[in-house]
Every structure is written in structure tokens, then in C-alpha cells.
């Protein structure tokens, strides 16, 4: 049984280019979050995602930054014209969503560089 | 808004030592859950021990324990005759009792295991 699957893992791009990072949950898990950590910091949430729903985006930044979790395939969090400010690791973690006694299973996380 | 403080950015250990993190937390909430995460140089996060609040009894994983003092809502972790394989960033976090929340992460301490 695969656990949550992050790619790519490294990734770097130019200032003002678009980033696509991807993940796909842990088998029967429909439920997805994204966090970032900066260097030196804990992980700050950003997005929580149901299949097909956005259903809290509090924590994401309102400009460049949007999210998906389609019916088929994984999600994916889009950073349109990254800057410097956006290099981080960014890691998404599954639940199936059983409610309070839950369990967020992570990925290894996606490396952003910004050149 | 809940937050979570970790006082201590870097801690060490002598191998097979016993040494204690701490974690404190505010929150007006209730009920809530507690966790305690690792993620080694792989960067891989990976779930070491969690508490219920509702739960009075310390959680315990092998050598992994946790002091909950609801009160003082303050949550450390002990770790047991400390390996080598123990050396990572440890965080503690919190998360709302009620449905599928995200976590709130502490900003980590650094844990050196000493041969």
C-alpha cells in the first residue's frame, strides 16, 4: 500500500515562471492538504482539499497561488510567476476523513528553488 | 487562533540517554488532539506519538513518551534510551477535535544524539 506520492521532488525555476507541484494520496484517502515550510520554521498549513472542493483555502496566499483535486488524478497546487520569497518545501499530507480521530499521512515533500 | 510554542530550537542527547522536549500550546478549546512529529535529514515527516485531550492517560510509543498537562496545556516529549536514528527535527502539533482540520505545527526542535 503506497503512501502519499510527492513529485517532483527537487524543483527549481526562474522568477516568474509557473510551478506545478503534484500529489497523490494514500489509497482510499480523499482528503488532501498542503502545507510550506520555510527554512527554519515548522510547516504552515495552506490549503485543505476534498475531491473536486476547495474546502478551506485560509492559509493560502490570495494572489498566484491556487490549488485542484480533481474526481480522477492527484492534486495539484499551482504557484503562477514564483518569486524568490516562494522557495520552500512544500508537503501535502492525506486523511480518508473519518472525521476527529483522523490521521494526516505526508508525502516527502517537493523542494522548490527560485532562482 | 490556536498556537503552538516550541522553547528549545536545539536540544542533545548521549546515546542511549533519556532526554525531554517541550511543547506548549493555547488554545480555548476543549478537546483537541496532540502530536508529536519527526522528520529526519530526509525531510520525510513521520508521525512519532499523538494525544487525545479527552484522554487523561499519557501516550506511550516504545520508547517514545509524552508528559500532557491539560492544565498548563503544555506537552513534552521523552525519548527513551536514545538512538543515533533519533537525531532529527521533532514538532509538536495541534489540531481541532471537531472534523478534518488542519494541523498547527510549533517551529521545531533539533535533536543531536551523541555517540
Known amino acids: 500500500n503506497a503512501g502519499v506520492m510527492q513529485n517532483p521532488r527537487h524543483l527549481v525555476r526562474r522568477r516568474g515562471q509557473e510551478a506545478r507541484l503534484r500529489c497523490s494520496p494514500m489509497?482510499?484517502?480523499?482528503?488532501v492538504y498542503w502545507y510550506r515550510q520555510l527554512p527554519e520554521e515548522g510547516l504552515k498549513f495552506m490549503v485543505y482539499?476534498?475531491?473536486?472542493?476547495?474546502?478551506?483555502e485560509s492559509g493560502m496566499p490570495k494572489e498566484r497561488f491556487s490549488a485542484e483535486f480533481p474526481k480522477e488524478g492527484p492534486s495539484i497546487l499551482r504557484i503562477q510567476q514564483v518569486v524568490r520569497g516562494d522557495s520552500a518545501a512544500y508537503f501535502c499530507?492525506?486523511?480518508?476523513?473519518?472525521?476527529?480521530?483522523?490521521?494526516?499521512?505526508f508525502g516527502p515533500g517537493t523542494r522548490l528553488t527560485v532562482l | 487562533a490556536q498556537t503552538v510554542t516550541q522553547s528549545q530550537p536545539e536540544m542533545s542527547v548521549q546515546e542511549a540517554e533519556t532526554v525531554t522536549l517541550s511543547c506548549t500550546y493555547d488554545?480555548?478549546?476543549?478537546?483537541?488532539?496532540l502530536f508529536w512529529y519527526k522528520q529526519p535529514p530526509s525531510r520525510q515527516m513521520i508521525l512519532v506519538i499523538r494525544?487525545?485531550?479527552?484522554?487523561?492517560q499519557n501516550a506511550t510509543e516504545n520508547r517514545f513518551s509524552v508528559n500532557f498537562q491539560k492544565a498548563a496545556k503544555s506537552f513534552s516529549l521523552k525519548i527513551s534510551d536514545s538512538q543515533l536514528g533519533d537525531a532529527a527535527m521533532y514538532f509538536c502539533?495541534?489540531?481541532?477535535?471537531?472534523?478534518?482540520?488542519?494541523?498547527?505545527f510549533g517551529k521545531g526542535t533539533r535533536l543531536s544524539v551523541i555517540a
Open positions: 499530507a492525506s486523511s480518508s476523513g473519518t472525521g476527529g480521530q483522523d490521521t494526516q499521512y
Open positions: 489509497k482510499g484517502h480523499s482528503h
Open positions: 482539499l476534498q475531491k473536486e472542493n476547495i474546502i478551506d
Open positions: 488554545t480555548s478549546e476543549s478537546d483537541y488532539y
Open positions: 494525544q487525545e485531550a479527552y484522554k487523561q
Open positions: 502539533a495541534y489540531r481541532r477535535y471537531s472534523g478534518n482540520t488542519p494541523l498547527v
